[in-house]
């Protein structure tokens, strides 16, 4: 089993949905939370920072977290084609290095 | 604003040739990585950095090298490239607290095709 997982996509929605991404992880040693957004051949940006259960957001975004069941979320609302990208999870448990999931592409339909 | 810049956006080089990847933070952060991003397997570290002169193995450090002089210089060096190692190569700088407000920055990566 992979330490972190996350939705395969890709995902298509029409512009306006309301988009949910989920990763989901085995260490329990995972303390801080980030989402990661990838434009087509650019490096990820980071989106979104939490470290602890509970909702976070930021303008259309949503970070959700709960350590109880190992689970993280991304909720984006009225989503836009400028939303279309790949977004990766990432968390760290403290004093080691970054783990990412694999990501998933999202393509927001006009 | 944070920011990692990486000398090319592509580069093509023949099998057997040294490659240089030159990474440069202007954020004073304490610790540097390079990764590689491949279709279906996601990112892998290489190689990471918490000080100067300092280097740790990735998961996938074989067929590389690193460097470090400078704080805010990282290279990874290719010693012969190979066309395996046809990938895109990230870049990051994070702040290198350890805990909260650790975060992870990167540059707009290096497209490398080895022919």
């Known amino acids: 089993q992979k330490e972190v997982e996350q939705d395969p996509g890709p995902l298509s929605v029409p512009e306006g949905a309301i988009v949910s991404l989920n990763c989901t992880y085995s260490n329990s040693a995972f303390q801080y939370f980030m989402w990661y957004r990838q434009y087509s051949r650019k490096g990820p940006e980071l989106l979104m920072y939490t470290y602890s259960s509970g909702n976070k957001e930021d303008g259309r975004f949503t970070a959700q977290v709960d350590k109880s069941s190992k689970y993280i979320s991304l909720f984006i609302r009225d989503s836009q084609p400028s939303d279309s990208a790949t977004y990766l999870c990432a968390m760290i448990p403290y004093g080691q290095n970054f783990v990412f999931g694999p990501g998933t592409r999202l393509s927001v339909l006009p | 604003d944070v920011k990692v810049t990486q000398s090319s956006r592509y580069l093509v080089k023949r099998t057997g040739e040294k490659v240089f990847l030159e990474c440069v933070q202007d954020?004073?952060?304490?610790?540097m990585f390079w990764y590689r991003q491949d279709p279906g397997l996601g990112l892998r570290l290489i190689y990471f950095s918490y000080d100067v002169k300092m280097k740790e193995k990735g998961d996938i450090p074989e067929g590389y090298s690193v460097s470090r002089e400078k704080k805010e210089r990282f290279s990874l060096i290719l010693e012969s490239a190979s066309t395996n190692q046809t990938s895109m190569y990230l870049c990051a700088s994070s702040t290198g607290t350890g805990g909260v407000g650790e975060k992870l920055f990167f540059g707009s990566g290096t497209q490398l095709s080895v022919l």
């Open positions: 954020m004073d952060h304490e610790n």
